[in-house]
Structures are given as structure tokens and as C-alpha cells.
């Protein structure tokens, strides 16, 4: 198998959380999501991914990209530590709470969508740092109430799952941000339970080859 990403890409990075998961092998292709422009953009990528988002898996004749459909896939194709519970109620809470962070939060503080606003919109470096750090507030503190009612050592009891999957790399982000994290205890304590988990080490950004300082 072969995963493309770049190692600060959050899709990329919940990719490879759940790949490390299941112990899967597979080659890293980095995709530089800045440099000349933007390699995702470029038409060797997009004959790849026509999206021109990160990343993409190859498995065979497969070409997948969507970080939640790849998860999705790879969990059906190798079940050990499964990331989506199998009782359905459960499931669809993992689901849930894995599209908080992957579809609301994500997607509006995506590179192209922080260019759009200060390129095109002409937004100021503030106004974008001001809309991260309210998006983040706002999904982070409603995700703090939801794993109070359904957190144990993890997001969704004391299983690892998606959500978990899905909350690392969103933290990761905000923090780059500096986004202040102190209201969101239970959040965070879940983010350090998980940090300690070799998996989710082996996935960190500045683990991967293409890591800069
Ligand atoms: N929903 C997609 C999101 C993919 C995505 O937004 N990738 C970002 C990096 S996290 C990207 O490639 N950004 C490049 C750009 O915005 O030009 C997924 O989960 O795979």
C-alpha cells in the first residue's frame, strides 16, 4: 500500500494513526502541500486525486482518497483494533463524534480555504488567526460536553476508536495555533492518553520523513 500526505496534513495524519493501529505496512509518498505552489495542485498529483487534497491511498487497483473513507475501508479489510465498534449505536456515536472534528472543523480551517481568505478576501494574518481560534473554541467546547457523556480513558469509553483517530490531529493543529486549550480538560486529558500510545507516536508529524524543522 501506498499512503501520499504531507506530515502536518491533518487528513494525512489520522490516516496514518489508523494504519499504525492496525500494524500495517505501507510506503509514504510525500505530497509538499506548500512548496512551488503546491505539489497537490500540480497535474502528476491531480492525475492521482483530481480533488488535489491529501491524501490519497493506493492498494492495488484501488486509488481512495477521503481520510474517512481510506479509515473506513481499512478497518473493514483488516478488522484487529477496530476503529468503528460494531454494535451500531456505538458506531454511529464513533461516527459522530469523528465528523465533529473531520467535517465542521477541518474543512474551514483547511490551507486553501486560510488562502482564500487572506489572498483572495484580502483578510487580514489577525482576522484568519481569529477565525481559527473560534471555529476551534467553538467545535472543542462542544465536543467537551458530548465526551462527558461518553468518554472513559478514550473519546468513546475505553477503546480507541475514529474519534480518537479524528481528535489528535485537530488538537495538534490547534495548539499550532496556539489556541488556548485550558477549557477543555476532559478534551485534553483524552489527547494525552492517547499521545502515549505508540501508534499514535510513529503518526506524529514530526515523525515523518518529509517533517520540517
Ligand atoms: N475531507 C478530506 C480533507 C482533505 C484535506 O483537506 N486535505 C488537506 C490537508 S489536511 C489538503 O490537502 N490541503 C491542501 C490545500 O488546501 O490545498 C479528507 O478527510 O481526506
Keep these: 500500500m501506498k499512503l501520499y500526505g504531507y506530515w502536518r496534513s491533518s487528513a494525512s495524519y489520522r490516516t496514518r494513526i489508523a494504519m499504525h493501529l492496525k500494524g500495517l505496512a505501507f510506503e509514504y509518498e510525500p505530497v509538499h502541500l506548500v512548496k512551488d505552489g503546491g505539489e497537490q495542485k500540480q497535474a502528476a498529483y491531480r492525475a492521482l486525486n483530481p480533488v488535489g487534497l491529501v491524501p490519497t ?62 489572498g483572495t478576501l484580502r483578510v487580514s494574518d489577525e482576522a484568519r488567526l481569529d477565525w481559527i481560534h473560534h ?10 460536553q458530548r465526551l462527558e457523556q461518553y468518554a472513559g480513558d478514550y473519546c468513546v469509553g475505553d477503546t480507541v476508536s475514529l474519534a480518537d483517530v479524528c481528535l489528535v490531529p485537530q ?7 496556539q489556541v488556548d486549550l485550558s477549557p477543555y480538560p476532559r478534551l485534553m486529558g483524552v489527547y494525552e492518553r492517547l499521545q502515549a500510545l505508540p501508534a499514535f507516536q510513529q503518526a506524529q508529524p514530526e515523525a515523518q520523513p518529509d517533517a520540517e524543522a
Design 135 to 144: 471555529w476551534v473554541a467553538t467545535t472543542f467546547a462542544a465536543f467537551e
Design 57 to 118: 491511498l493506493v492498494d492495488g487497483d484501488l486509488v481512495l482518497n477521503q481520510s474517512l473513507a481510506i479509515i473506513e475501508y481499512l478497518d473493514a479489510q483488516h478488522p484487529k483494533n477496530r476503529l468503528i465498534p460494531e454494535d451500531p449505536k456505538q458506531a454511529a456515536i464513533v461516527r459522530s463524534l469523528a465528523l465533529d472534528m473531520a467535517a465542521e472543523l477541518q474543512p474551514i480551517t483547511n490551507l486553501r480555504v486560510l488562502q482564500y481568505l487572506t
Design 171 to 177: 488538537v495538534y493543529n490547534a495548539k499550532r495555533f
